[in-house]
Antibody, heavy 119, light 111 residues
Framework: EVQLVESGGGLVQPGGSLRISCAASGFTFSGSWMHWVRQAPGKGLVWVSRINSDGSITAYADSVKGRFTISRDNAKSTLYLQMNSLRAEDSAVYYC????????????WGLGTLVTVSS | QSVLTQPPSVSGAPGQRVTISCTGSNSNIGAGYDVHWYQQLPGTAPKLLIFGNRNRPSGVPDRFSGSKSGTSASLAITGLQAEDEADYYCQSYDSSLGRYVFGTGTRVTVL
């Protein structure tokens, strides 16, 4: 059974940093593209970032480029998102999602971790 | 800000058929990029409903169907059931923006 379990969310002050994680199991993590998608309270889904299977190629939404860094540890089957210079508008539930292939839709999602940026 | 436009809400009685449109442009749907659909039940994570414009993952009832034409795509739900009350999102890739894009989302209400 595929499982994606996010952790590391919480309350952080504007300008602060946070690293969230996503522990994967039940599939070949090292062979899968992975994504982060966020959803502000009461709002729609927004794609944040993507990493290819070996971690050599990454992509970011313009709103987080230069502030967020996606990475992965295939030995630990874990996906990360390092978030720096956080702003109030970054407050959201952050979901990790597995790609069906190479940009072919997101076939499995975690339950999400809530990040709140507030003073 | 979303480049894929969906109606905010649709509704129907149990057993009826409803459709949700997803309107894009020549840099996303019209450029040939696939459209995928997700269902988000209240308080839960999204779930893949349709991939590659019209394909259902294992376990998704055949009451759900997808189609694509030109710069738009549609999701149809036939035989509407109370359990179908949820938010639905389309998703594709936009070559001008160089990123994945979601639709604005549609709330389906069963009357």
């Amino acid at each position: 059974e595929v499982q994606l379990v996010e952790s590391g969310g919480g309350l952080v002050q504007p300008g602060g940093s946070l690293r969230i994680s996503c522990a994967a199991s039940g599939f070949t993590f090292s062979g899968s593209w992975m994504h982060w998608v966020r959803q502000a309270p009461g709002k729609g889904l927004v794609w944040v970032s993507r990493i290819n299977s070996d971690g050599s190629i990454t992509a970011y939404a313009d709103s987080v480029k230069g502030r967020f860094t996606i990475s992965r540890d295939n030995a630990k089957s874990t996906l990360y998102l390092q978030m720096n210079s956080l702003r109030a508008e970054d407050s959201a539930v952050y979901y990790c999602a597995k790609d069906r292939g190479t940009g072919d839709g997101f076939d499995y999602w975690g339950l999400g971790t809530l990040v709140t940026v507030s003073s | 800000q979303s480049v894929l436009t969906q109606p905010p809400s649709v509704s129907g009685a149990p057993g009826q058929r409803v459709t949700i449109s997803c309107t894009g442009s020549n840099s996303n749907i019209g450029a040939g990029y696939d459209v995928h659909w997700y269902q988000q039940l209240p308080g839960t994570a999204p779930k893949l409903l349709i991939f590659g414009n019209r394909n259902r993952p294992s376990g998704v009832p055949d009451r759900f169907s997808g189609s694509k034409s030109g710069t738009s795509a549609s999701l149809a739900i036939t035989g509407l059931q109370a359990e179908d009350e949820a938010d639905y999102y389309c998703q594709s890739y936009d070559s001008s923006l160089g990123r994945y894009v979601f639709g604005t989302g549609t709330r389906v209400t069963v009357l």
